[in-house]
């Protein structure tokens, strides 16, 4: 069973539009959850980072975690070009949590 | 601010030749570092990942090995690349604690021919 499991997509979402990108994880108890935004040919860059049960916002993305259901999501508001990019989910893990599970990205396209 | 490095950028490299790429960390003292491949079109894969100097801990068996000689140096090496070890190689940190984040310097793109 893979630790953490996203939808590869595509996604493709209208200029203006809300993106919503869903990400699953199999580690009870993993306490840190990220999202990283990979454009191509790039290293991954992170966007957000939540570590209680609920909504974090900053700017226009927004982070949703429920740990009963294990579930970790990323809103983008506004959704504009420079968005289209490959968005990683991301949990810790292994002993201590120093290891990262990474999901294999959801391909997002912003249409103009 | 901390700042992660990486070289060489992109490297060609025939089978069977040795590998060694580089990673440095400044603005930080004791960083966790991590080294992941990413092959076209597919997921990050955990190599190795540091506590400390001299300490590796490997998460697949291949022929990859990983060295920290300095507190935050670390190196990826191999005697005789294989073609399967093509892919996007990057280095991350992050400061050891549960509930900070990773950052990933910028990746070494090799290519095996």
């Known amino acids: 069973q893979k630790e953490v499991e996203q939808n590869s997509g595509p996604l493709s979402v209208p200029e203006g539009a809300i993106a919503s990108l869903n990400c699953t994880y199999s580690?009870?108890?993993?306490?840190?959850f990220f999202w990283y935004r990979q454009y191509s040919g790039k290293s991954p860059e992170l966007i957000m980072s939540i570590y209680s049960n609920g909504d974090k916002e900053d700017g226009r993305f927004t982070a949703q975690l429920n740990k009963a259901s294990q579930y970790v999501s990323l809103l983008i508001r506004d959704s504009q070009p420079s968005d289209s990019a490959t968005y990683l989910c991301a949990v810790n893990g292994g002993v201590a949590g120093n290891q990262f599970y990474f999901g294999t990205g959801t391909s997002l396209t912003v249409i103009p | 601010s901390q700042t992660i490095h990486q070289w060489p950028a992109t490297l060609v490299q025939p089978v069977g030749s040795p590998l060694s790429l580089e990673c440095t960390v400044e603005?930080?003292?004791?960083?966790?570092l991590y080294w992941y491949r990413q092959a076209a079109g597919r997921g990050l894969q955990l190599l190795f990942y540091?506590?400390?100097?001299?300490?590796i801990s490997s998460e697949v068996p291949q022929n990859l090995s990983a060295s920290r000689p300095q507190d935050r140096q670390f190196i990826l090496s191999s005697k005789k690349l294989l073609l399967s070890d093509s892919g996007f190689y990057l280095c991350?940190?992050?400061?050891?604690?549960?509930?900070?984040?990773?950052?990933f310097g910028p990746g070494t793109r090799l290519t095996v021919l």
């Open positions: 991350a940190w992050n400061s050891g604690s549960t509930y900070n984040e990773q950052f």
């Open positions: 540091s506590v400390g100097i001299g300490q």
């Open positions: 603005g930080t003292s004791n960083p966790n």
């Open positions: 580690d009870r108890v993993s306490q840190s």
